[in-house]
């Protein structure tokens, strides 16, 4: 199974986020009458919640604390007993099923620290590879291709404590540890709660990519309505009770809000909101020039003034860019330099286009450099935003 | 497996960017503090316990003594009540982590959780009580008769409840989180235990057993009242016939013995801390 990721990612069609035949490896979640009701108390926490989540997709829970949306969650790999109704993974009623044995087939990840803090990356995420008996070597081989797809070098990070770890790393480890045995659903839980805003965008644009590698089926809990509509496919918003108040796609949602609740919910800011449903991949982005480490620094300053572009693009030997310095800048060198500027916007073609601003105020610059598969996408500057948002209200009152 | 990730970190520098100066903090802070500062501390002792040993074999060595002192001074004397001292500490000890760790793991479980007072209570009342009246009363009232036997069920019961408490504020001291995790991945009840609580909460349990051991070398000296041996025999002896060459010398010995377990305890405790913690 570990081999077929790899496989999968070269058969892929087209590398656009919105590529349309996307591979699909979760299964359909399908809730039938579901209800959890807590001894002693007279309302259930979930009442009768009947849903159907789609094989493939990610299903964002949103709502209020307390409404019940991670007591129905954790219904899923029944770490909370359902005290009614029926569960299916794929056409299988899993609701009687050993707990054990079904949560090693659903990926978890829990809110902040999940990490066992004594054991180290490497064994964090091959806990369930191992319970499911794997060989050693095919173990390791696997938190190696994991801890890659998260975006982690294996040399540097395998043997790493969880706390030696920066928040975002240890989420990303979260995420790799819920993938290790190749599980069709993955069940996530305010996995970026309790990050920074710029480290909790990154971390969504990445769950994007991968998501978009592996197909896997999502279920997603959270109370922010924006990263909702940045992560979902699709839109459960509960009310008390877990009562399913809408369940539809992010678009369909801020166009046509099912209630009064979710109208509140959703918030006053909806031409903003349009900006979350942009991808920096959906609209046009500049051509910068590029330039490699180790090159000559005056053939570049030429080419680039040749274009008439004041800034260079400059990635590392693998493609990933590392800095933006201008011509001036450049000029005064003889080759390329290799600094890296810690401060560099940078966004993935999944970021919105609320991202991409945020990310541009937080690093004080007038644009960010945008990645795809391939290192450098392009460039987008603010006024490509300013345009999107003239453009949205333009639509809102024609 | 050598198929790349084509998108991995190449489309996100960011990665290794990633907050690493925090990263580098805790990572250097995590050193410093698993390292030479817990090792300097734990080479102090056995320093103090050296040279309390030697000063203690030069004064035997050189003193003098009337003739009871020299017999009960004399080394293979001397060697019998260390060794019985060290026999009554360990036997104890052996059950009080027997009955002290099953108990306080299961009383962290579920169901038996309701009987946590109640077992708390007698612990409780077990050390509050006074330590010879409880020697006294197993070896006279309660039928276990005087010697070696009944001086161990009395330790036992004067020492269980520091490894007791300490397994369950251990246990009970592990993130919750972490074990909603180890069961959310599949693994049992019984897995999560002894791979996630046992080994977080081994730090807060080990200072309890510490705790015990150095409470039984020094309430081991009471077992002579019922004819348990140990380095208590010097002592009394030593008061009632009020030499205090015996007196001192019982003292200072059970002094560094206790000293002694003291450090080994700290050295365990150091070497079984889990690591990155």
């Known amino acids: 199974m570990s081999e077929t990721i790899a496989e999968r990612s070269d058969e892929r069609p087209g590398s656009g986020p919105t590529a349309e035949a ?4 979760g299964v359909s979640i399908r809730l039938d009458g579901v209800t959890k009701q807590y001894p002693g108390q007279r309302t259930p926490a979930v009442d009768a919640v009947s849903l159907e989540i789609p094989a493939g997709q990610i299903v964002v829970f949103v709502g209020p604390s307390g409404c019940g949306k991670t007591t129905l969650l954790k ?19 899993v609701t009687g099923q050993n707990a054990d044995q079904l949560r090693r087939r659903i990926g978890y990840v829990i809110q902040a620290d999940g990490l066992f803090p004594h054991m180290t990356v490497g064994t964090n995420v091959g806990l369930v590879p191992k319970m499911l008996k794997w060989g050693k070597e095919r173990v390791a081989a696997r938190v190696d291709e994991l801890l890659d797809l998260v975006g982690l070098d294996p040399e540097t990070y395998r043997d790493r404590y969880p706390k030696e770890l920066s928040g975002g790393q240890q989420r990303r480890v979260g995420v790799a540890r819920a993938l290790a045995a190749d599980p069709p659903v993955l069940l996530m839980d305010e996995p970026f709660g309790a990050v920074d805003p710029i480290t909790r965008q990154r971390l969504q644009d990445e769950l994007l990519r991968i998501q978009e590698e592996l197909g896997k089926t999502i279920v997603f809990v959270t109370h922010d309505f924006d990263e909702a509509v940045k992560l979902g496919d699709r839109i459960v918003v509960f009310d008390v009770g877990a009562r399913v108040v809408q369940y539809d796609t992010p678009e369909a949602i801020l166009a046509d809000p099912a209630e009064d609740y979710v109208a509140d919910f959703v918030g006053a800011g909806a031409t903003l909101k349009q900006l979350t449903l942009t991808r920096v991949g959906d609209v046009e982005l500049r051509q910068p020039q590029v330039a490699r480490v180790g090159e000559d620094s005056a053939p570049v300053v030429r080419r680039a003034q040749a274009a008439g572009d004041q800034y260079v693009v400059v990635t590392d030997r693998r493609g990933r860019p590392i800095s933006w310095p201008s011509l001036a800048e450049l000029s005064r060198t003889s080759t390329v330099p290799d600094t890296v500027d810690e401060h560099l916007p940078v966004v993935g073609l999944h970021s919105t286009l609320n991202d991409a601003l945020d990310t541009m105020l937080a690093a004080s610059q007038g644009g960010v450099v945008v990645t795809g598969r391939d290192g450098v996408a392009g460039v987008m500057v603010v006024e490509t935003v300013m345009a999107a948002i003239q453009q949205t209200r333009g639509e809102a009152q024609g | 497996m050598t198929a790349p990730m084509p998108a991995g970190a190449q489309a996100y520098p960011e990665t290794e960017t ?23 501390g734990l080479l102090v002792q056995p320093v103090l316990i050296a040279a309390g040993t030697l000063a203690f074999v030069l004064w035997r060595a050189t003193a003098e003594l009337s003739d009871t002192e020299t017999r009960q001074l004399g080394w293979s004397a001397l060697g ?3 060794v019985d001292h060290l026999q009554l500490t360990l036997v104890a000890g052996v059950l009080v982590l027997a009955i002290g760790i099953p108990l306080g793991v299961l009383l962290t479980r579920g169901p038996f959780r309701r009987a946590t007072p109640l077992v708390l209570a007698v612990a409780n009342t077990g050390q509050a009580a006074p330590a010879i009246g409880l020697f006294v009363l197993l070896a006279t009232w309660l039928g276990f008769g005087f010697g070696f036997r009944s001086a161990v069920v009395a330790l036992v019961l004067y020492t269980v409840l520091p490894v007791l408490r300490n397994t369950m504020v251990g246990l009970e001291g592990v993130d919750a989180r972490l074990v909603e995790a180890g069961r959310g991945m599949g693994m049992s009840a019984l897995a999560v235990l002894f791979r996630v609580e046992l080994p977080l909460a081994v730090p807060v349990m080990l200072a309890g057993v510490r705790t015990a051991l150095v409470l039984l070398v020094g309430t081991a000296t009471l077992a002579t009242f019922i004819s348990g041996g140990g380095l208590g025999l010097l002592i009394t002896t030593g008061v009632n016939l009020s030499l205090d060459a015996l007196l001192v010398s019982g003292a200072v010995l059970v002094a560094l013995l206790a000293l002694a377990v003291d450090w080994v305890g700290r050295v365990i405790e150091h070497l079984a801390r889990p690591k990155g913690l």
């Open chain 2, 18 to 40: 990633d907050d690493p100066q925090a990263a580098v903090q805790t990572r250097s802070r995590a050193r410093s503090a698993s390292g030479r500062g817990g090792w300097r």
């Open chain 2, 80 to 82: 019998r009540n260390i």
């Open chain 1, 22 to 25: 996307r591979h699909v490896s």
């Open chain 1, 75 to 93: 219904m899923l790999n029944r770490l909370i007993e359902p005290s009614g109704g029926t569960i299916y993974l794929g056409d299988e009623d």
